[in-house]
């Protein structure tokens, strides 16, 4: 049992089909033009966030969203996570008729419970959405900075990375990044190096959403060692969506050798069939990783996540204090074995 942490998933994109099902019942809402045999359908990264945009829009109060972040941290801690980022999206509640603000405080109440039950940290990531173009994307960064919120602590863009250009969107991080909030971009999943390179260059993220297509450059590679540039990877939702074909193909334990800080994310774990234990599981499986290898990971997700110095230093100590414990158990392990 390795203490985990996770950096990059979609709120929305963690619903599950159980608790799908259930908001469709109490809104009497039909769900099989996205839900077949209790799994999400969807067929490439449209389908998928057209089921992902389907699922989201019964979410319809603050108490919806209260349930939905309280059940997913709960899922989380039962995998031994003790810190959770959530991208969340204002726009996805405007859609179902909700007000922001409510979303917001039942998303934060949701996960007040889930640390009141198990000792789980959460924040919140404000999102734009890409496709959605530059205006939206702004308005999205405009309403987080007029309504601050202390689990709001990063402002993000998630969506279809093929649309524009990193630039167009320069003035909504900007305006993040003067208020305090921590900057992260999705780039590198669905386009290649290139579009890692526009993000920090327009952008400046100290972290990105995949990013994994960077390998495609050494060049680059080289620049996210070199400064440092976190990428939240996430294997499972990579192989699900065809960007590589096979976990043999993934770049992430290349990645790692070059220096780069990699973590573990489930990204939207239902539609993926993932999850967060999973994400370090293929890492065990496919990467070689060992024990060691993968609190070294929780390490580097804890050291940049989006949260002040005393919480940080907190989870670490939470961190260290359990990898004490673990080498204890080892010892002794050892010891009775030999005697
Ligand atoms: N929104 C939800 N999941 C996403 C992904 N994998 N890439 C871009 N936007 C997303
Ligand atoms: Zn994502």
Redesign the pocket.
């Known amino acids: 049992m390795v203490l985990k942490a996770e950096l990059?998933?979609?709120i929305e994109?963690a619903a599950s089909v159980t608790l799908v099902e259930r908001k469709a019942a109490k809104y009497g809402a039909d769900v099989s033009g996205f839900i077949r045999g209790g799994k999400f359908v969807w067929h490439d990264f449209t389908s998928f966030l057209h089921a992902y945009d389907q699922a989201s829009m019964l979410f319809r109060t603050q108490e919806d969203y209260a349930d939905l972040a309280e059940d997913y941290l709960l899922a989380l801690s039962r995998q031994d996570c003790i810190h959770s980022e959530v991208?969340i999206s204002t726009d996805h509640a405007l859609s179902a008729g909700l007000d922001p603000q409510a979303y917001i405080e039942g998303l934060a109440e949701g996960m007040r419970r889930a640390k009141d039950a198990t000792g789980i940290e959460g924040r919140l990531i404000a999102t734009g959405l890409r496709h959605k173009g530059p205006d939206a994307v702004l308005a999205a960064a405009q309403y987080i900075v007029d309504h601050p919120h202390p689990l709001v602590t990063g402002f993000g863009m998630?969506g279809d990375e093929r649309m524009h250009h990193p630039k167009d969107f320069a003035p909504a991080f900007d305006l993040a990044r003067d208020a305090g909030l921590g900057i992260t971009v999705?780039a590198g999943?669905l386009s290649g190096w290139e579009s890692v390179a526009d993000a920090l260059d327009a952008l400046k993220p100290s972290r990105i959403?995949?990013g994994v297509r960077a390998i495609e450059n050494p060049d680059l590679v080289k620049r996210l060692a070199d400064e440092q540039i976190l990428l939240?990877c996430?294997p499972g939702?990579n192989i699900s969506l065809g960007v590589y074909p096979d976990f043999g193909a993934h770049p992430f334990a290349e990645l790692a050798r070059a220096g780069v800080a990699v973590t573990l994310?489930s990204?939207?774990p239902p539609y993926f069939h993932t999850d967060l234990a999973r994400e370090y599981e293929i890492a065990k499986t496919h990467f070689g990783y060992n024990e060691d290898m993968l609190t070294a990971v929780t390490a580097t997700a804890l050291k940049a996540a989006f949260v002040d110095d005393e919480t940080r230093a907190a989870l670490l100590a939470r961190l260290d204090a359990d990898k004490t414990v673990r080498a204890g158990d080892e010892r002794f392990a050892g010891s009775v074995s030999s005697s």
Do not use: I, P, Q
Request: hydrophobic share 10%.
């Open positions: 990059h998933c979609h994109g991208f998630a999705h999943e959403g995949h939240e996430c939702s994310n990204d939207d």
